[in-house]
Structures are given as structure tokens and as C-alpha cells.
């Protein structure tokens, strides 16, 4: 049983805007840093952005800097991804993915992972 479930994927052409979720109904995400990692097909994975639980502090790659933003909504335990100005590079699978209270350095440093979405973008 998946522990976090991603929703929100879809596909879209380049420019364009997703809002991704991330929810649970076993973790309570406030109290866990909460990461965006995506895997394209034949490529390793990837972070893409990590928000702590302590004081909401985003680390965003420097590939998403300035065009995906990473938030959390504490009420409806839910972390979002806001993605703008979506290239084809951006196409993947994206997992959302919990850390007890930091972000880790490394995508192996993920206690739980949600099951992915698929994110298209088409040029």
C-alpha cells in the first residue's frame, strides 16, 4: 500500500501549466519534508524540488528555478507542485516522496514514495 498518492498529471504543450498533488491518508505530511521526483525513460531519477516541514523551506533544482514552485496546504495535508512554462524535457513520470522533517540530500534518502503520475509535454 502506497502511503502518499500523486494526482494531477496529464498532458500538455510546451508553455504550458500543471498543478500536481500529493495526499495521504496515513502520513500526516506537516511533520515530513516532502519531495517532487520525476524519471524519464532510459534516465535516472531525478529531484526536482523539496519542501521541509520545519519552516516550509523550498529546494528547488536548478532546472525547475523560476518556472515550478513547491507548497504545502497543512489542512487538507497536501503538497502541490506548480509547474509553469513546461518544456518537452520536463516529460516523466513524477513521484511525490516523504522524509522524516528534512529534505534529504539524495532521492535514496525517501522514506515513502507515492505511485507516480505521468506528466507529457508536447512540443
Known amino acids: 500500500q502506497a502511503h502518499l498518492a500523486e494526482s494531477g498529471g496529464g498532458s500538455v504543450q510546451t508553455g504550458g501549466s500543471l498543478r500536481l498533488s500529493c495526499a495521504s491518508s496515513?502520513?500526516?505530511?506537516?511533520?515530513?519534508?516532502i519531495g517532487w521526483v520525476r524519471q524519464a525513460p532510459g534516465k535516472e531519477r531525478e529531484g526536482v524540488s523539496c519542501?521541509?516541514?520545519?519552516?516550509?523551506?523550498?529546494y528547488p533544482a536548478d532546472f525547475v528555478k523560476g518556472r515550478f514552485t513547491i507548497s504545502r496546504d497543512n489542512a487538507k495535508n497536501t503538497v502541490y507542485l506548480q509547474m509553469n512554462s513546461l518544456k518537452p524535457e520536463d516529460t516523466a513520470v513524477y513521484y511525490c516522496?516523504?522524509?522524516?522533517?528534512?529534505?534529504?540530500?539524495?532521492?535514496?534518502?525517501?522514506?515513502?514514495w507515492g505511485q507516480g503520475t505521468q506528466v507529457t509535454v508536447s512540443s
Open positions: 496515513t502520513l500526516s505530511l506537516a511533520f515530513y519534508g
Open positions: 519542501i521541509s516541514s520545519r519552516d516550509d523551506s523550498a
Open positions: 516522496a516523504a522524509a522524516p522533517t528534512w529534505c534529504p540530500r539524495e532521492t535514496s534518502g525517501y522514506e515513502f
